[in-house]
């Protein structure tokens, strides 16, 4: 301990003053000074302890994922408290401090849109799949080779034909090989012109062919917009409330409109998070038994808007290519000075997070990935530990796979309903345990019981954490119908939990499972459109950036494949995700 340390001055405090000191025995005096020092020496040794500890993590993750966010925008977000902090030194961020983080969020996923009309835009002036096109830089004597960057150019036209000369298309855009089952997610750069670039690295030998959709013309994305923001209820909810014989049932959301009703307030009282249903006529608050899906509210468009979304028209269609749509890959060059020269800043800042070959995930964010074909395999890789699966429907497909695939794993009969959860089973010879409990609302699932309702935080906040247990966490699906503050602020309390287990307990192995594609019609896509997905995906990735947390990219890992999109992948791509996350675990097991 340091002379100049607040311990070492406390404790001179403490000494007595030997002018005025009163008599006593010298084992008296003794006595009184050994358990002062004693009891000072521990606090010291404790204080040590911990911030030696504390230093040895700081870079992993006790900074604040707000601090992070900073450090790569400093221009943007000034350095609060003067510099990074631990969470469990520091004091909390601010509201201002939010707000800025929450600007800056919003301010990354702003979509360009078309220009204001006095009336609404005719189907024929909108972007038309058919009449545009894509072209590829072919010219005699280019050769292509692994770790070249390809461009594909798209120029959007209107159904008349005509040019489009704004912006704010949703595209879709992959290279693939279904001869060497390969493929990899495309980066669509808008130029807002009605030019497109979209950027693929060459990552295997062989044929390897672009493929760009229209998911969304711009026009369409307006109105997504503006759903999103005037009718945030378009989805709506239901609770029972029962006490003896009598029933009865109201509609329940995040925000009720008063209607001179009264409302019950459900609002977690650790997180915050708001939940409201309209009280019944008779029944007290306290008898809600469950939750539900309502329905969903229909006539959302106008006359002038419902052309925008037709399949086979509008809605998921490729664009064709004019020339060539596919090129051959030569082993990488020799001159690789040469290829990092060729390659637009833009697509190092999107790199691929991995791609497929031989229908298999190659990673590229730095997990060694294994193939996980026998159940034993399985077994002894998440043999002594404990998985924590909470989510949506999304992450209870890996409960799911893990069950059917591991027979060792028994399903214990909880009694809880098909498809709700939550669910647990056991492999007692290697001692697994593998849990998986639904996320709180908004939430679509059918009679959900009302006190089976746990918010990931609270959940987060309820582990002891270390190297054998698994924390997978999947939350997306359920907040597209709403604006994105809302999804900021339920994963910025995931977030404060996240860093709280790992301050607690570092040895703790999360992953979070990203949004994916779904298969989209007309319906589907004023409340769930993948373009809905793709903002809340972007918020995502960005509030978890820089945490010690894995990423399983469903988003690209769906985009890349040949199988179509799905709200619940098929078995090829759910297999590839758990053999990511066991590979993760696996690795992270022998650190």
């Known amino acids: 301990m340091m002379p100049s340390s607040p311990q070492w001055k406390a404790y001179r405090k403490m000494e007595p003053d030997h002018g005025t000191q009163k008599k006593g025995t010298l084992c008296q005096k003794l006595s009184k000074y050994a358990v002062i020092f004693l009891f000072l020496a521990v606090f010291g040794l404790i204080f040590l302890l911990r911030n030696v500890n504390t230093a040895e993590n700081w870079n992993c993750h006790t900074v604040s994922a707000l601090d992070q966010h900073q450090s790569r925008i400093q221009s943007k ?17 601010s509201p201002e401090e939010l707000e800025l983080e929450e600007r800056y969020l919003l301010d990354s996923i702003a979509w360009p849109g078309p220009p204001p009309r006095s009336s609404p ?47 704010g298309d949703f595209l879709l855009a992959r290279l693939h090989s279904p001869e060497l089952g390969a493929g990899v997610a495309g980066k669509v750069l808008d130029h807002r012109n009605g030019s497109y670039s979209a950027l693929f690295p060459l990552l295997w030998e062989g044929s390897a062919q672009v493929e760009v959709t229209l998911v969304h013309s711009s026009e369409a994305v307006a109105v997504l917009r503006r759903l999103r923001e005037e009718q945030p209820q378009r989805v709506f909810y239901k609770s029972l409330f029962r006490s003896g014989s009598h029933s009865e049932t109201t509609v329940c959301n995040m925000c009720l409109p008063p209607d001179q009703k009264l409302q019950c307030n459900y609002t977690d009282l650790s997180t915050g998070e708001p939940w409201y249903c309209y009280k019944p006529k008779v029944l007290g608050c306290d008898t809600r038994i469950n939750h539900a899906t309502g329905g969903y509210v229909k006539n959302l468009l106008t006359s002038k808007e419902a052309p925008l979304f037709q399949s086979d028209v509008n809605i998921k269609v490729h664009i064709h290519a004019s020339g060539p749509d596919r090129i051959n890959v030569l082993p990488p060059r020799k001159d690789r000075a040469e290829v990092e020269s060729s390659v637009k800043p833009e697509a190092i800042q999107h790199a ?52 059917a695939f591991v027979p060792e794993l028994k399903q214990f009969n909880l009694h809880s309903p098909k498809k709700i959860g939550p669910f647990m089973a056991v492999d007692s010879t290697h001692n697994i345990l593998l849990k998986y409990r639904c996320h709180g609302p908004p939430i679509r699932f059918s009679a959900v019981i ?67 594609l779904r298969a989209l019609d007309p319906e589907v896509s004023l409340y769930d459109s993948d373009w809905y997905s793709l903002q809340l995906d972007e918020v995502l990735r960005a509030m978890f950036k820089g945490l010690n947390v894995l990423l399983v990219d469903a988003w690209q890992m769906t985009l890349a494949h040949r199988l179509p999109h799905d709200l619940h992948p098929p078995p090829a791509i759910i297999k590839n995700m758990i053999d990511m996350l066991l590979s993760h675990v696996c690795q992270k097991s022998h650190q």
């Open 77 to 93: 977000l000034p350095t609060f408290h003067n510099h990074t902090f631990c969470a469990h030194l520091g004091q909390k961020p």
């Open 450 to 516: 009302a006190n089976e309702f746990r918010y990931i935080s609270n959940e987060l906040d309820g582990l002891s954490g270390g190297p054998n247990t698994v924390a997978v966490l999947s939350i997306w699906a359920h907040f597209s119908t709403y604006p994105v503050e809302v999804y900021i602020r339920r994963l910025r309390h995931i977030r404060r939990a996240v860093l709280r287990l790992l301050d607690r307990a570092p040895g703790t192995i999360i992953v979070i499972r990203s949004a994916n």
């Open 352 to 403: 691929p997070s991995g791609y497929y070959y031989k229908d298999s995930w190659r990673s590229l964010n730095g997990v060694t990935m294994r193939q996980f074909n026998e159940s034993s395999a399985i077994t002894q890789c998440l043999k002594d530990k404990v998985i924590y699966m909470n989510g949506d429907s999304t992450v209870r497909q890996w409960f799911e796979h893990l069950l």
């Open 121 to 167: 835009v005719a189907l024929n002036q909108t972007s038309d799949p058919v009449h545009s096109l894509f072209t590829l830089p072919i010219k005699e004597g280019r050769e292509w080779h692994v770790g070249d960057q390809l461009e594909a150019l798209v120029q959007m036209h209107d159904f008349q034909g005509r040019p489009k000369i704004y912006g």
